[in-house]
């Protein structure tokens, strides 16, 4: 699990803070943290052979084929041993679902449910097997290129802190302050990785905002000037409505990890990547600065901001014509916050490759300008053009003037060009016999069954 190719030493390290942070929890109580760095069946059998009988309690996971395998392997063993396995859901995502149909009433029982307490004590068990210390990413020879920058901290104590503060405080603004990668680090609640990696469910989570706006619509009807308006956190909710929406879709379709939701479009691009291209993608090279500016501040902080992701990938996708199975990886390791589901969809919605949104390209130039106005956030992530002018730099992606020299790359495409190619290929595409039935089975299968917030309401200029 640990060496697949979308697993990073960013994640191992993340896990690892809350792993110790749990087994000083666990010691308070009287219970041992055993950890064995082996393959899990053999793991169990260990186990077994030193208690003779063994209960197996654990969550349902939603992940990729390398965990499903796993998951079949264990199930068949604890079959043939006749050893009892109970799988608890964690979130708003429904195992064994045939379509969508009541999706979001049964998401919102389980946000509902009552939370379980800890209990304070326990009975400390009889200890009959040795375990490790937990193997650092060097130990485990996994990946270390990505997060130097990053700040956050594993753990379970560090999530109660984030939900906090930003209940209290920062979601003042969200809505707006949440799209540029200026303001969003702060008015963003930072959780995704809390959640991804379980040290906060979403229940915890949706239901201390639904008690803050509560709350707040107490005080002064919603209107203090301290605290965020109602407004703030219920679009905040939505996202915790989206994160389960999403991972839905790979629990009900594990095969979108490798094909698109419309198997019409699955090679639409090619899979052989134009080598340079890519490489200029990954290493914020490409010469549009605010694309390239996002790429260096997500390689380095392990995290960047909704908006920013999304036109990423949209620059990859339609500007750089790369198929999302070729980035699918390395921003898998990149993103702290790793979660198949969310990952895999928003990389195929991006893509263009689901058949039953609109096509989302954003114009790198625009986004530059609408969201860091005076190239603050460029100067700092992209120094070689530091000393241009503000409209220097954001003209640097057009032919507007006779550009300086400085030692950055040209533009490496021609972005009006490249969308007009990539939208009368998707023109093109569309007229296969197969392209709307395919759509279809897309929506019967995934499609939100009301109108969610998510939809956009209009085609708006990106
Ligand atoms: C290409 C691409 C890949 C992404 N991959 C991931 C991923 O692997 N893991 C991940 O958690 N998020 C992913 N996202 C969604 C989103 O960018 C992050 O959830 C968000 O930036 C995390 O920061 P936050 O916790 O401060 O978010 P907040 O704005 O505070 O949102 C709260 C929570 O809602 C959920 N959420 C927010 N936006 C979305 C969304 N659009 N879709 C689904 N859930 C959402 C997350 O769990 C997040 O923690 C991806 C988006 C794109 C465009």
Known sequence: ????????????????????????????????????????????????SAYGKIVIHC???TGNAISFERDRCVRNWTREQGIEL????????????????????????????????IPKSTKAPDLRITGVSLPSSTDLEINQEFGYENKLFG?????????????????????????????????????SPY?????????????????????????????????????????????????????????????????CFNRS???LRSRTPNANLLEAWRSGQTGYPFVDACMRYLRAHGWINFRMRAMLVSFAAYDLWLDWRLIKDFLAQTFIDYEPGIHISQLQMQSGTTGINTLR????????????????????????????????????GTDNFLRPTVDYPHPIVDHAEAVRLARQRFREIRTNANYKSDSEKVRQLHGSRKRATNRPRKPARR
Not at 156 to 182: C, N, Q, V, W
Not at 227 to 236: A, C, E, M
Request: charged content about 25%; aromatic content about 8%; overall charge neutral.
């Open 86 to 117: 109970i799988e608890y859901p964690q979130n708003g995502v429904i195992r064994g679902l045939r379509n969508r149909d009541g999706w979001s009433r049964k998401w919102n029982e389980r946000m509902n449910a009552q939370i379980i307490p």
């Open 265 to 267: 479009l699955d090679n």
């Open 195 to 259: 959640l991804a990696w379980g040290c906060i469910s979403s229940k915890v989570v949706v239901q201390a905002t639904r008690a803050r706006v509560a709350e707040l619509k107490a005080e002064k009807g919603g209107l203090s000037s301290e605290g965020p308006r109602p407004r703030s956190l219920t679009s905040f909710l939505s996202r915790m409505h989206w994160r389960c929406h999403f991972t839905q879709k790979l629990e009900m379709e594990p095969q979108i990890e490798f094909s």
């Open 361 to 396: 390209i954003y114009n790198p130039v625009k986004q530059g300008m609408d969201h860091d106005p005076k190239a603050t956030f460029i100067r700092q992530w992209v120094p070689e053009v530091a000393r241009l002018s503000i409209s220097e730099i954001h003209d640097w």
């Open 1 to 48: 699990m640990l060496r697949a190719p979308d697993c990073s030493s960013l994640h191992w390290n993340f896990i690892s803070e809350a792993l110790n942070e749990l087994r000083d929890s666990l010691r308070k109580m009287g219970l041992p943290l055993l950890v064995l760095n082996e393959d899990v069946v053999s793991a169990f059998t260990h186990l077994l």
């Open 59 to 61: 969550h349902e996971e």
């Open 155 to 191: 753990g379970e104590k560090a999530a109660h802190e984030l939900l906090d503060s930003f209940l209290e405080t920062r979601s003042k603004g969200y809505e707006k302050l949440m799209s540029s990668p200026i303001s969003a680090p702060h008015h963003c609640s930072r959780l």
